[in-house]
């Protein structure tokens, strides 16, 4: 705490000893009371599912109850093995039917349900009339298809296509089929067929709880109950859940938490589900924790306000004394504490801006100092002329001299004159890139004498390049330590490429020479980068990107980096992107020394 403002102490104070105590109170109780109704909405919704599943369970066996009165009826076993011939006997086995279907319809089942009796030869016996396109209806469905191949067991099927009038409600059916006294032939198919609507009447919410919902869903995810694309969609969240055969869990449906009971109705396979979202059981309780929450808030706020406004008063020259220390602190000496009091804190503004005047003076006299040094620098490492090159070059005109005419040695002594011309300008630090371009080809010129066509020339130069500008010198040496150093076994090549990326012009000076690996080329740079003389003489890489990094900076100068796939050794120069004006041409000066 010692190292906090005295403001920020008085509101850690306040928050920590009377706000944290006053909202973790408030949401333990709200969880208090929101855990107490949740048990109360689950057992609720259990008492209820569990009077809902025992209503649907009372239909399903009802069902079950006249189908096997069907099955089991020897007259109509006897209807079917030996279907009528006459009129007479049609009309007879029609009344013995209406009859047993009165039977069912009074003693088993207590609403109106549609009864079918299919034979092996093609008859249809029913309580509802029957059309042939009901006819063909029921036979190409899959439900019928299944009920044959469960050789009579039943087949249930819910939210089943309506057969009899296929715009109105759909059914929940049970067919299975009737064989002989003996068990061993098929002889028809018993159809039972309720409309959806008296189960969507049992599974109505009949709660205080808005949107709660119930339904039933079977063993291939077909849904049954009010609203139904609703309940599908709901249904796709709840799925993954019923997997762990959990008659209670807490779901969240599409944002909002919800309550899911489920029941299994062992007759069918299928599931009994009833969705209670949490937003209906805990509205008015968020309603009154939100109320609450608001005052308190409201309240804390305008406390905090005054305790703020009161802590700034009593800080606010010390604030203004610590943003002025910040700002020396990121280099800015130009700032002075502006004093308002006579007191420890006023006295303390006086001698901080007495120190920033005197470091002021200090620091300028060290710039002063340091500029001097480094333009002395400077003019020193210009100054360096290799000696090595100047006398093999001089060696070669020479002997050139003996052995052949004066043409070859008067185009080498013009390049010689350009380069020594361009070494002893001092006056000059920077050049465009077009000027150190004509050094470099005076060089090669004469490199060209001395080692013939061995090492093939390419320049990538991009044109709105050439008026940049770059050190004098600086180039050149590159290029020179290619001959020095590289090693050509059948001829080579040397390209200058240029680009730009961003504010940064680079300069590539790119050879196949195989006496250069990774390693190699590591070790340079870490001589380059030393601070200390490795032995590197004359205009060398050394040199260069030292001479690089005065003018522009650290984050300028030369890299190396040997490409295997390649095989080739890039030593880039990196520069900022910079134009000269008003340059004069040096590229036409001959040698007049």
């Known amino acids: 705490m010692k190292f906090i403002s005295l403001r920020s102490k008085l509101i850690i104070a306040f928050v920590v000893f009377i706000l944290f105590p006053i909202l973790i109170t408030s949401f333990l109780g709200y969880k208090g009371i929101e855990h107490i109704l949740r048990e109360q909405i689950e057992a609720s919704t259990a008492d209820r599912l569990h009077q809902v599943n025992l209503n649907i369970e009372k239909k399903l066996k009802s069902m079950m109850y006249a189908s096997n009165s069907i099955v089991l009826d020897e007259d109509i076993r006897s209807i079917l093995q030996h279907p009528f011939e006459s009129e007479r006997e049609r009309l007879d086995i029609r009344k013995k039917l209406d009859e047993k279907y009165l039977e069912i319809s009074t003693t088993i089942l207590t609403e109106n349900v549609n009864l079918t009796i299919i034979d092996n030869h093609g008859n249809i016996y029913t309580n509802w009339g029957n059309s042939p396109d009901s006819f063909q209806d029921i036979l190409g469905s899959e439900w019928y298809s299944k009920t044959l191949d469960q050789d009579g067991f039943m087949v249930w099927s819910l939210n089943q296509e309506n057969y009899i009038h296929p715009k109105r409600d759909k059914f929940v059916t049970v067919s299975r089929v009737i064989k002989n006294k003996s068990l061993s032939e098929k002889i028809g198919v018993m159809i039972i067929s309720e409309p959806i609507e008296n189960y969507q009447e049992i599974l109505k919410v009949r709660t205080n709880i808005s949107n709660s919902m119930g339904f039933i869903v079977d063993e291939n995810g077909r849904v049954l109950g009010n609203q139904e694309q609703d309940i599908e969609e709901l249904y796709k969240f709840i799925q993954p859940s019923l997997k762990r055969e959990i008659d209670t869990f807490n779901l969240e449906v599409n944002g909002e938490k919800a309550i899911v009971s489920t029941y299994s109705l062992p007759l069918t396979g299928w599931k009994v589900l009833q969705v209670v979202p949490h937003k209906g059981v805990f509205e008015e309780l968020t309603t009154i924790r939100d109320t609450v929450m608001t005052i308190l808030i409201v309240s804390m706020i305008i406390f905090i306000a005054i305790i703020i406004l009161f802590s700034s ?279 007049n020394r």
């Open 313 to 591: 008063m009593l800080t606010r020259p010390l604030r203004d004394l610590r943003d002025s220390m910040k700002q020396v602190e990121e280099g800015n000496l130009e700032i002075s504490c502006t004093v308002y009091t006579r007191d420890e804190v006023g006295l303390l503004g006086k001698s901080f801006n007495k120190m920033i005047s005197q470091m002021k003076e200090n620091i300028n006299r060290e710039i002063s100092l340091e500029k001097n040094k480094e333009k002395a620098k400077l003019e020193a490492l210009q100054a360096q002329i290799n000696p090595h090159f100047l006398y093999n070059t001089l060696n070669t005109i020479r002997w050139m001299a003996v052995m052949a005419g004066t043409k070859n040695i008067t185009k080498m002594l013009m390049s010689l004159g350009r380069l020594l011309d361009m070494s002893i300008h001092r006056g000059q630090e920077e050049i465009t890139l077009e000027e150190e371009l004509v050094n470099v080809r005076s060089f090669l010129t004469i490199q060209k004498y001395r080692f013939g066509d061995s090492i093939q020339i390419k320049e990538s130069i991009d044109n709105n390049h050439l008026k940049y500008a770059i050190p004098k010198l600086s180039l050149q040496p590159l290029v020179e330590n290619i001959y020095n150093h590289g090693l050509f076994l059948d001829g080579g090549t040397l390209e200058i490429r240029t680009t730009v990326d961003g504010i940064s012009l680079v300069i590539d000076v790119i050879d196949n020479g195989k006496n250069m690996d990774q390693e190699k080329a590591n070790e340079i740079m870490s001589k380059i980068n030393k601070e200390k003389h490795d032995g590197l003489s004359g205009i060398g890489l050394k040199n260069v990107h030292q001479r690089i990094q005065m003018m522009y900076g650290n984050e300028f100068g030369l890299t190396i980096m040997r490409n295997d796939l390649e095989e080739k050794t890039y030593v880039s120069m990196k520069l900022p992107v910079k134009q000269l004006l008003n340059q004069e041409d040096v590229t036409g000066g001959e040698m």
